[in-house]
């Protein structure tokens, strides 16, 4: 008996995925549950495992294609003497080959970054919310305390949105067709450039219940791994919330796309010392803008602006987000 091996759709916003590296050679006998091949999903690595067991006849799409959902991978079969439909698949190569135009095609993290952002703007009714963050003290206590370990503002950032959806369950949410369904785990995800390839958001889960150390551990962690091509799904899955700090590449703000399933994204940029009134008097302070991006089928402006505000709040007494 022939048996597919097809393209699997591990997520809801999944449609294409690319065959990285065949485990397995035609002829091998494969066991179910075995990994035969590592597909790249949404940006991540993932062995895909056989569903059934058989030998593996006959692949099908090649190392480094890009497939949709769906698409047959390779057959399997029970005896290496069953027939295949070899005509089939001679005819799909020989019109690939005959088109004869040479096309560099983008990368399957530049095709899912744009397909998934072009859906969010055109389906999701974006909406943006702006606020000054006095960050003098947070620059303070940075240069002033010993953490042991690296701390960044990327940190202190990350823990305060953490902290701030506590009171915001609308914001750690999903938008479904009749109904919006609120998530259980507070899970930060936040925007990592791997260059001209473009960037991945690995999601630091429960970040609501870690220290500012145990973030930025598990976040320089996270970005190494990214930068190897190391992250898996599950590095990458069920952020409740995307943090994206452009202030690294000197910008002061952006108005950026919502990371579908997500309802919100939170950018800040650079920190620049700016005159600011203080009890009357013009004082010298180091001012970070921040933006938030909401869905407004699911968040207000009000609800938004309080958020912004509790983030802002938090960030701006630093030590309430220092155990």
Request: overall charge negative; proline content about 3%; aromatic content about 6%.
């Amino acid at each position: 008996m022939i048996k597919n091996i097809i393209m699997p759709k591990v997520s809801e916003v999944m449609e294409v995925g690319t065959v990285i590296t065949w485990l397995k050679k035609e002829g091998d006998w494969i066991n179910k549950g075995e990994p035969v091949l590592e597909i790249e999903v949404e940006k991540a690595v993932m062995e895909l495992e056989s569903e059934k067991e058989g030998y593996l006849r006959k692949i099908l799409v090649k190392e480094g294609e890009t497939v949709p959902v769906g698409t047959i991978l390779a057959y399997l079969s029970d005896t290496l003497e069953e027939e295949i439909e070899e005509k089939k698949i001679v005819e799909e190569i020989k019109e690939k080959e005959e088109t004869g135009a040479r096309k560099i095609p983008l990368s399957s993290m530049r095709r899912t970054i744009g397909e998934r952002l072009s859906k969010s703007k055109q389906i999701i009714p974006h909406f943006y919310v702006f606020v000054d963050v006095d960050m003098t003290e947070i620059v303070d206590v940075k240069s002033e305390q010993d953490f042991e370990i690296k701390i960044s503002f990327d940190d202190f950032i990350i823990r305060a949105t953490a902290l701030a959806l506590k009171d915001f369950p609308f914001i750690n949410s999903r938008f479904r067709e009749n109904e919006i369904e609120l998530l259980s785990e507070i899970n930060v995800g936040f925007a990592t450039s791997l260059g001209d390839e473009g960037l991945v958001v690995p999601v630091i889960k429960s970040a609501d219940k870690k220290s500012l150390k145990e973030i930025a551990r598990e976040r320089q962690s996270l970005i190494e791994r990214a930068r190897e091509g190391k992250l898996n799904l599950e590095d990458i899955s069920n952020g409740s919330i995307t943090v994206n700090n452009v202030g690294v590449f000197g910008v002061s703000s952006i108005l950026a796309i919502i990371n579908p399933p997500e309802v919100a994204i939170l950018t800040t940029g650079t920190i620049q010392e700016k005159p600011v009134v203080l009890n009357g008097e013009i004082k010298i302070r180091k001012m970070m803008e921040m933006t938030l991006s909401s869905d407004h089928r699911v968040i207000d402006g009000a609800y938004g602006a309080k958020f912004v505000m509790k983030v802002k709040e938090l960030l701006e007494s630093p030590k309430l987000l220092i155990d």
